[in-house]
Nanobody, 126 residues
């Protein structure tokens, strides 16, 4: 059974940094494309960042480009999201997602992922 567990969320002030982690129970983690999405109550799920199986390619939403960095450690079966210069509008539940892929294609649509974590809350105060 695939399990994704996020951690690292919290309450911070605007301008601060946080690093989110996602631990995966995927034996062949390196075969999975991974991503971070976020959602606020009453809003649609929003793409944040995605990374290819190898870690060689990554893609970011315009709203986080230059501030957030997605990375992965295939040996540790872990996905990360380094978030710098946080803004109040970054407040949301953050979810990691996984999808088995045979190529290094980077997926940015939520519908492309079939495994999801339970999320970790990030709250940024002004």
């Amino acid at each position: 059974q695939v399990r994704l567990v996020e951690s690292g969320g919290g309450l911070v002030q605007a301008g601060a940094s946080l690093r989110l982690s996602c631990a995966a129970s995927l034996v062949t983690f390196s075969d999975y494309g991974m991503a971070w999405f976020r959602r606020t109550p009453g809003a649609e799920r929003e793409f944040v960042a995605a990374i290819a199986r190898s870690g060689g390619n990554a893609y970011y939403a315009d709203s986080v480009k230059g501030r957030f960095t997605i990375s992965r450690d295939n040996a540790k079966r872990s996905l990360y999201l380094q978030m710098n210069s946080l803004k109040p509008e970054d407040t949301a539940g953050y979810y990691c997602a996984a999808r088995l892929r045979r190529t290094d294609y980077v997926m940015t649509e939520g519908s492309e992922y079939n495994y999801w974590g339970q999320g970790t809350q990030v709250t940024v105060s002004s």
